[in-house]
């Protein structure tokens, strides 16, 4: 087993792409550690070996241990590691990768810092999630009332679907099992859902707390771009997981969304949306680390024109052309 201080921190042409990752994968009741570019899985059943560069996100259940060379080897793949409750369905805390390139979250806090952009994006953000909605010129207000009479009728609609009774949406904080099938279905799913957005804001390098429908948290982005799916993926999901009956909903959940996520190619398609969103389009002083792998990382210099300067010299006096 190689240690930390003889690898070589990997480049992002050797990182594997997160449109090509497993989009999430959830432990629980094992010890995670690293065996050269794998973290390994130890239960009960054995070990377990997974290429670290495939996860897009590691949830991590009641029971696991990771030790610190695993964490290493995840954080330098772009991996995000989010510690979860029992069934993936409570986000306790988030291990969050570091980008390379900055682009992207300049672009998304010029178009945060704006009210009128803001506001902007939020409407687009609702033009994805709802098909056919009008939402020029509509307030927030506006917006949030149409997602709720949206939402209960996405509901309405997928009981029918599946046949299963549908109350209201009753969500339980503290005790998961005191909501009945469906709405355990569905709050499994978002909590996944969670997860997936969060790694993909993380891989792009955009800023989880700036937030344009969500505020006030660490995680309103990723909850904004979670919400992009609801009702398309996490919802259907859910109803047709209850649908198979009461017991064990949370993980026929997570299989039936880890199903629709990658048929959707959810993971390509989120940082696609999430570029379109911020009117991102790469310029040459912000592109991906994808985009500048053959150059390597740079560093720049803002002038007061807006321009880069070559970073690692002393400018001194002289004239800054």
Not at 28 to 51: L, M
Request: glycine share 10%; with cysteine; hydrophobic share 35%.
């Amino acid at each position: 087993m190689s240690t930390i201080g003889k690898r070589h921190l990997s480049s992002p042409r050797e990182l594997t792409r997160v449109g090509d990752r497993v989009s999430f994968l959830y432990l629980e009741r094992c010890t995670v550690h690293r065996d050269d570019n794998a973290i390994t899985a130890t239960d009960a059943d054995g070990v377990t070996h997974i290429p670290s560069a495939t996860i897009g996100t590691l949830l991590l259940g009641p029971g696991t241990r990771i030790t610190h060379q695993a964490m290493a080897l995840l954080g330098e793949s772009g991996a995000a590691v989010i510690w979860v409750g029992e069934h993936g369905v409570r986000f306790y805390s988030g291990g969050r990768a570091l980008t390379r390139a900055s682009g992207l979250v300049e672009a998304q806090a010029k178009a945060w810092a704006n009210r009128r952009t803001r506001v902007e994006v939020a409407r687009a953000m609702y033009r994805m999630r709802f098909p056919g909605e009008d939402t020029e010129g509509r307030s927030r207000d506006d917006l949030l009332r149409m997602e709720g009479r949206r939402l209960k009728e996405c509901y309405r609609l997928e009981a029918a679907r599946t046949g299963v009774r549908w109350v209201r949406r009753d969500y339980h904080r503290d005790d998961f099992s005191a909501g009945d099938a469906p709405n355990q279905g569905i709050t499994a799913a978002a909590q996944c859902m969670y997860g997936v957005a969060h790694a993909v804001v993380a891989a792009l390098g955009c800023s989880p707390g700036l937030g344009f429908v969500h505020s006030g948290h660490e995680r309103s982005f990723v909850l904004d771009i979670a919400d992009l799916y609801k009702t398309e993926i996490a919802i259907p999901a859910a109803f047709d997981a209850a649908a198979e009956g009461a017991e064990d909903v949370a993980t026929r959940t997570r299989r039936a969304l880890r199903d629709r996520i990658n048929k959707a190619n959810l993971l390509d398609r989120c940082a696609a949306d999430i570029k379109q969103l911020l009117r991102y389009e790469g310029t040459s002083a912000h592109r991906t680390s994808h985009e500048r792998e053959e150059e390597g990382d740079q560093v720049s210099l803002l002038t007061d024109d807006g321009r880069m300067l070559a970073s690692g010299r002393n400018y001194g006096d002289e004239p800054i052309w």
